[in-house]
């Protein structure tokens, strides 16, 4: 028989700043390969390492993912299931929801979702049913980024509207300001970085592959940012590198911040934050040496003054009039808004009904009580991995009394304490849409495969349950397909979805675009707000604040743990073939550190605070600062022997200054061998 052979495109959906377009080779319908798509002007024909392996890896093995509905058999935290019908696990949760709206509100079903999938209707549509329902939502983002949108919002009116990346062929210099673009965005650190006609600096407390790749890295002791970017300001202003002109026409409170710069000598930055004096000077130069762009990562706001410190550093793109020109500019995220993507039509707020939501920092506690939650509904994100405090939270959800659904594609550690586990299909297995975060991207996720077993898309999974619940509003059936041509109207596509998924991925603007162009900011004032009254109402500084964190007493050291090359968050760790590359958990600390704690490389230490303790292997490096120990995030306590835990087993979960989000990479710890 000859052998029908197809290559079809899709998009990958992670979190993740790349939105790679990749190519499915298919073989009489199965599928046989999934890899990058050579015509794709970021992937170009290689996917990152990690999902290549995963793609082609437990993605596509139905012995590893779920394929069934399931129901509890064992205990809590036993993860022991039989397998039920869609039928029978719809019916069965939309009757215990129901007791519960009836009596105790529905403000008493708690909901968890984030990234697991990005694509856009998998990722939002579940939003339209949760707000019928009236569920109250742990706010997303305050597990990530939410210090950094709120202190954004204040400044520019706007977290979500940055710079175009096609735009640095007009610049003279990138910031990459404590992010890791090597493990987080590698194509970005692969292809844009290295193309950039001009400097590249990285600020950031660990020498990654991109620092190491960089003109300029600048190695602060973390929590110090505050202090650096007005050293910076300092030097700016002394070598007349700031734009006066702008400064007076499209900004609020210079006057006020100018006399607060005096003092911020490059001297004094480099008490501050460990950067010697010179190199403060330099990356000040060459930032204000013309158009330059500011990228600024979620690492550097996962810090205890997370808010402070964008709000600092979001202050010199403001001096120097980087903005609304070609090549200048700042990027935090970049929204589907500004490609025409209608956020609110996907969500569909004007079903809500939903009480105020909960910061993921206080999830643990409030899961402890029944008078909070009687129920509990986990879908694309895996919080007992990923969120703090992870022995009361997993104590919390051994609650007997706690009802718990659980959507995901692989039994996790959190499906484990479910109830009921609901199998969601894979972005191979459903026609989606995916909206690039960094590049002004905009792409095709199309069905190569049928989805596994009984898998369902996240969408098809809330369809049901409405049905079940009796809701009869409309919003809550909208097919896929009708969805799909309803955000292609308004991004302005020609052709449908169908000349989509043949090229993959388009541009809705076909030109780089200005950001702010005629200097129209989104604050109510309509200017960069320096001086900021809306953050002074909030409760915070007029001004961003030069100040930086107290470095740790004790002999403790400041740990940070962030995105590992070879996991996505709390994904793939399950796959044998990661698993491999990732070896032992590790804990890096800079040899002074190693030093002054009599360790040597390869010694089993034990980290510890007042929260919990992880054991680990030690690398001794001066990639890490001192005062610093890192340790990726992401490994699964269910794969980590009988400590069940991960890195998130020592995180309080203290709140950052603003947004009541997550200073994960401010933890403090103690370091002793074994
Ligand atoms: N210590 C420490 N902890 C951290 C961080 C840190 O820096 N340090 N970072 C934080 C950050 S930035 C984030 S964003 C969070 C992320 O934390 P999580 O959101 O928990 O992690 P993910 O791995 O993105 O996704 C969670 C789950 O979604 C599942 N999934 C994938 N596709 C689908 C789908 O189509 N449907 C459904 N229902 N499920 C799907 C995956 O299998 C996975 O189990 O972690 C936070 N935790
Ligand atoms: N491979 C991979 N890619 C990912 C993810 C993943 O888990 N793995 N996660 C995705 C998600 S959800 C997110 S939010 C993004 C996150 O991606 P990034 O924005 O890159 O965030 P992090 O990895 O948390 O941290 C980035 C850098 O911040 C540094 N940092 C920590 N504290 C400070 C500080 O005080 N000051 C400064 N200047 N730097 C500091 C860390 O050392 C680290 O190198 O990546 C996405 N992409
Ligand atoms: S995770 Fe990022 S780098 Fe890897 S394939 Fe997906 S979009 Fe590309
Ligand atoms: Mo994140």
């Known amino acids: ?395 919390a959800m051994s609650r007997d009394d706690l009802f718990t659904v659980v959507l995901d594609i692989f039994a996790t550690d959190t499906t484990d304490f479910a109830d009921y586990v609901l199998p969601a299909a894979s972005f191979l297995e459903f026609d989606d849409l995916v909206s690039g975060y960094f590049n002004m991207s905009f792409s095709a996720q199309a069905k190569v495969a049928e989805p596994m077993g009984e898998a369902l898309p996240n969408q098809e999974i809330f369809r049901r349950l409405a049905r079940a619940m009796g809701f009869t509003e409309p919003e809550l059936q909208e097919s896929d397909a009708d969805i799909i041509d309803t955000i292609m109207k308004g991004v302005g596509t020609a052709g449908g979805f169908e000349a989509l998924k043949a090229s993959g991925t388009l541009f809705p603007n076909p030109e780089p675009q200005m950001q702010f162009a005629g200097y129209k900011f989104l604050t109510d004032s309509g200017k960069v707000e320096i001086a900021s009254a809306a953050a002074e109402a909030d409760g915070h500084p007029r001004l961003p604040q030069s100040s930086s964190d107290t470095r740790p007493g004790g002999g403790r050291l400041r740990l940070i743990s962030p995105a590992s090359e070879w996991l996505m968050n709390d994904s793939y760790a399950n796959d044998p073939k990661v698993e491999k590359q990732l070896g032992a958990a590790t804990v890096t600390i800079n040899p002074r550190d190693a030093e002054a704690h009599g360790l040597a490389a390869g010694s089993r230490v034990r980290l510890s605070n007042g929260t919990g303790s992880l054991e680990l292997d030690v690398v001794v490096s001066d990639r890490v600062a001192p005062g610093v120990a890192m340790s990726p995030k992401g490994r699964w306590p269910r794969r980590a022997g009988k400590e069940r835990a991960n890195v998130n087993t020592l995180n309080p979960g203290q709140k950052t200054d603003m947004g009541e989000s997550s200073a994960v990479h401010g933890v403090e710890v103690e370091i002793a061998a074994i």
């Open 1 to 395: 028989m000859a052998v029908n052979k197809e290559i079809l495109k899709t998009t990958c959906p992670r979190d993740c700043y790349d939105a790679c377009g990749i190519e499915v080779l298919r073989e009489n319908g199965k599928i046989i390969s999934v890899r990058g798509d050579k015509d794709h002007f970021v992937s170009r024909g290689k996917l990152c390492a990690k999902c290549q392996i995963f793609y082609n890896g437990v993605v596509l093995d139905e012995g590893v993912r779920l394929t069934q509905p399931l129901r509890r058999v064992g205990a809590k935290g036993e993860g022991r299931f039989e397998p039920v019908s869609w039928d029978t696990a719809m019916s069965e949760i939309a009757a215990r929801f129901g007791h519960i709206v009836e009596a105790n509100g529905p403000e008493n079903i708690l909901h968890a979702h984030y990234t697991g999938t990005c694509s856009l209707i998998a990722n939002n549509f579940p939003m339209r049913f949760l707000s019928r329902l009236g569920a109250r939502e742990v706010e997303p983002d305050t597990v990530c980024n939410m210090a950094g949108h709120v202190a954004l919002g204040y400044m520019l009116g706007t977290s979500v509207h940055g710079f175009d990346p096609r735009t640095v062929k007009d610049s003279k210099c990138v910031l990459v300001w404590g992010a890791n673009p090597s493990a987080s965005a590698p194509h970005a650190h692969s292809h844009w970085l290295p193309e950039a006609p001009c400097s590249v600096i990285v600020v950031d407390p660990v020498r990654h592959a991109t620092a190491e790749a960089a003109d300029m890295h600048l190695q602060l002791f973390p929590g110090s940012d505050a202090a650096l970017a007005f050293a910076m300001m300092h030097v700016l202003k002394r070598e007349n590198l700031i734009d006066r002109e702008f400064l007076a026409a499209h900004t609020i409170g210079w006057d006020e911040l100018e006399p607060v710069l005096e003092n911020c000598t490059p001297e004094w930055g480099a008490a501050e934050t460990g950067v010697p004096a010179a190199d403060i000077v330099q990356a000040a130069k060459l930032y204000g040496a013309g158009p330059a762009l500011l990228w600024l990562g979620q690492g550097l706001q996962r810090q205890p003054m997370g808010g402070n410190i964008i709000r600092a550093c979001a202050t010199l793109p403001a001096i120097c009039g980087n903005y609304a020109k070609p090549g200048a500019g700042l990027l935090y995220l970049n929204g589907g808004g500004q490609k025409g993507v209608d956020g609110d039509y996907l969500v569909a707020p004007h079903l809500s009904n939903s009480p105020d939501t909960l910061s993921q920092m206080d999830m643990a506690a409030y899961l402890e009580s029944a008078e909070n939650a009687r129920a509990f509904l986990c879908w694309n994100i895996n919080p007992v991995a990923s969120s703090p405090e992870q022995t009361r939270l997993m104590n």
